[in-house]
């Protein structure tokens, strides 16, 4: 039947504005019923495949997230918070007017009273840090130190729960880098540098715009040059110990002193140190093996090969944490070991044969890789096994002459694969960066990633300078004669440096058999009569005999690691030692604090002071006590407060003999007031400063 067109009421015109309401109200209802007559039903929406769904912005920048990338950063920004917080409750002590190493004296004596501009800008060069603000303006340079802690402090801890751009990961370099410049000997661990080095590769790898990763940028340069520096720091802290001829890397008794003679061990070092000796012996050659050889598996291009370099490192990283404590060393190694992780994650495949195809192939390259590491072991390592009346000897069948010769293709094929490999992450890199549809300007982009590109490479050729010094004769050319200059005067700025941890084994008092362990250790006495003699107690290194060893990291003592290195030496190699004396029989509250405080003499200080040098190994059997100790010689003669040696060494380096003014006490209540105060008011400067630039530039990619 048609319906005709004046009884449809959709399509006739009427006049409604003479009607009465009841009638408008009778006809929308019978223009609401017409409508659900003719009108189809609607059709309901059938989801679109996973696979056809177009994604968004945020989501594509969700699903390249770089997961070890964030966790690294999350890492470093966690050892900049330990190194700035472990530093900054020892300021007073050790670089305070009144402490063992003044920074205020030190920085002054660097420039003349009336030093002109050039003066000034050749001591910046030469020592660079904001602290020179300070000197410059007659402020208090302790105080100037607190303030860099203190930021360090709340950027790190900010970059730990929020993530950080690169401008926060650049602040905290500079900070760090104006501490250690004017530190002098509390600053100068090899770990300082390595943390100066991995965070001036951080800031690129945080972007240091602020803007989301993979926008412009070289991810993977950053990354492949983050992987050399781990591999630098294992290849030379192996290598150098069989080119230092060491009797206790060759005959691999070196962990019969290592667990003992360490700086500070923990008491798990005490319970391995009873390990039968061949088990020791084959953990030190483990641990070359790991050092050396394993090494090439992170510069692989296969993921599976660094993936079993990641697991053989990090198992090292973690038996080194577990036995000492060596502050933020082992977690900032660990940080550059997730960087070799797949950022991509596993990859499936859609069909059952290729899938199985893959896993025979992903089967067949992971032997390759553990193949590769008993070669380059058989090759470097080989063992020699003697047999006697008292049972099996392992050894080292090699010497140093040897491993000079072997490591020198080493060290040529690890620079060139390591370049070939950058220059393959930098031109990705480029054209990655010119494809984003995301980005403005896609020039820009590619001219970014160029320039971080090129400047990786240049940083490269540096760092490769510090690898290739392990043989002199590969630096004996026009080349590396000039890469060795621009090594050199970039070493003020730790950007790279070179590397050599436990190069030699202290305390071997029978030449490296592992029989007899010697630690030294200096014990300083004290007395009010001279006749009557207490020993000073510090808060982790051993003295008593009953002194059970403590896990402190990743804190570190940094004087109690000196007293360790001090103990190698004279009384005269260490002048900061003759301030000590001098300064604890002057009851310096600011030095007295770096050590126990519940120890003697807490209350008034002592009249004579002497120290003496023992040879210290931990127990044997059952007792109760964890160390054995014997006299080995007096290391510092007996000494009072008008002693002429102390006077003459106070002169000699400029150590402050007048007692601290009212204005440089140790910081009060009131003082760390003041830093707290000035602290936040730079994190406020900051925060406005960034803000600005954000305005300024508005994100093109979204929240991250």
């Known amino acids: 039947m048609v319906r005709s067109l004046e009884t449809d009421t959709r399509f006739v015109y009427r006049d409604t504005s003479k009607a009465k309401p009841s009638e408008i109200a009778k006809k929308d209802t019978t223009v609401q019923r017409v409508d659900e007559e003719i009108l189809p039903a609607p059709r309901e929406t059938v989801p679109k495949p996973q696979h056809m769904k177009r994604k968004t912005k945020e989501e594509t920048i969700e699903e390249r997230t770089d997961k070890p990338r964030d966790l690294f950063l999350t890492l470093l920004a966690f050892v900049w918070f330990c ?28 420039i003349a009273k009336r030093a002109g501009l050039w003066e ?29 802690c203190g930021a360090g402090v709340l950027l790190s801890l900010h970059a730990v729960r929020n993530g950080g751009s690169g401008w926060i990961y650049g602040t905290l370099w500079v900070c760090y880098l104006s501490l250690v410049s004017v530190g002098s000997t509390f600053m100068q661990f090899q770990w300082d540098t390595l943390l100066l080095e991995v965070g001036f590769l951080g800031i690129w790898l945080a972007c ?41 890397w060759y005959k691999l008794t070196a962990l019969s002193y290592h667990f003992a003679t360490q700086c500070l061990p923990t008491p798990l070092a005490w319970w391995l140190s009873k390990l039968p000796e061949n088990l020791l012996k084959l953990s030190v050659w483990s641990a070359l093996v790991i050092e050396i050889p394993a090494t090439a598996l992170i510069l692989s291009p296969f993921q599976i090969h660094r993936w079993i370099g990641f697991c053989l490192q990090v198992l090292l990283q973690v038996a080194i944490m577990l036995t000492g404590n060596y502050n933020f ?12 992780l797949d950022p991509n994650g596993k990859q499936k495949n859609a069909r059952s044969l290729m899938s199985k195809l893959w896993r025979v192939l992903h089967f067949l390259n992971f032997l390759l890789g553990l193949a590769l590491v008993a070669v380059g072991a058989h090759w470097i390592l080989p063992l020699s096994f003697a047999r006697s009346l008292t049972g099996t000897s392992i ?17 040529l094929a690890s620079s060139l694969v390591g370049l070939l490999y950058i220059l393959a992450c930098g031109m990705l890199d480029v054209k990655s960066a010119s ?16 320039l971080v590109v090129v400047g990786g490479l240049i940083y490269f050729a540096t760092s490769c300078t510090a690898l290739l010094s392990l043989d002199s004769s590969l630096l004996r050319n026009p080349g590396g004669m000039y890469a060795a200059e621009v090594y050199g005067a970039l070493s003020p700025y730790h950007i790279t440096s070179g590397y050599g941890l436990f190069r030699r084994m202290t305390g071997m008092g029978d030449g490296g058999n592992g029989q007899l362990v010697e630690r030294p250790e200096i014990i300083l006495l004290g007395s009010k009569d001279g006749e009557n003699w207490e020993e000073f107690d510090f808060r982790h290194k051993p003295g008593n005999v009953s002194w059970v060893p403590t896990m402190v990291a990743p ?43 519940e120890g003697p003499f807490a209350d008034a200080p002592p009249r004579y002071i002497k120290a003496d040098l023992y040879k210290y190994d931990f127990s044997k059997g059952s007792t109760t006590d964890w160390w054995n100790r014997k006299f080995d010689r007096r290391y510092l003669d007996v000494v009072d407060a008008d002693s002429p040696i102390l006077m003459q060494y106070a002169n000699a380096y400029g150590f402050s003999t007048e007692k601290p003014s009212k204005r440089v006490k140790p910081h009060q209540a009131e003082d760390l007031q003041e830093t707290i105060l000035f602290t936040c008011a730079f994190i406020a400067v900051y925060e406005v400063v960034r803000r600005s630039l954000d305005v300024a530039r508005p994100s093109l990619v979204g929240s991250r």
């Open 83 to 110: 190194a700035f917080t472990s530093l900054y409750v020892q300021l007073d002590g050790l670089f305070g007017r009144d402490g063992l190493a003044p920074a205020e004296t030190n920085m002054r004596a660097r």
């Open 120 to 148: 000034w800008v050749q001591a910046s060069r030469s020592t660079p840090s904001l602290l020179w603000v300070a000197v410059y303006y007659n402020l208090d340079v302790l105080l100037g130190m607190k303030l860099l």
């Open 208 to 248: 240091p715009t602020g803007s989301q990763p993979f926008s412009g940028y070289a991810p993977r340069t950053i990354r492949q040059l983050l992987r050399f520096t781990l591999f630098k720091l294992m290849l030379m802290s192996g290598v150098v110990k069989l080119q230092s001829g060491c009797p206790s």
């Open 329 to 340: 060393f082992n977690l900032l190694t660990l940080g550059l070991c997730v960087l070799l």
């Open 395 to 411: 050894t080292l069948d090699t010497n140093p002459a040897r491993i000079s010769i072997q490591i020198k293709p080493i060290l």
């Open 435 to 450: 494809r984003r549809s995301f980005v403005s300007s896609k020039f820009r982009a590619s001219a970014k990633s160029f």
């Open 555 to 597: 804190h570190q003592p940094r004087l109690d690691w000196q007293m360790w290195f001090a103990a190698l030496g004279s009384a005269e190699e260490h002048p900061w030692f003759i301030n000590l004396v001098y300064k604890l029989l002057h009851n310096s509250k600011a030095v007295r604090d770096l050590l126990n405080p």
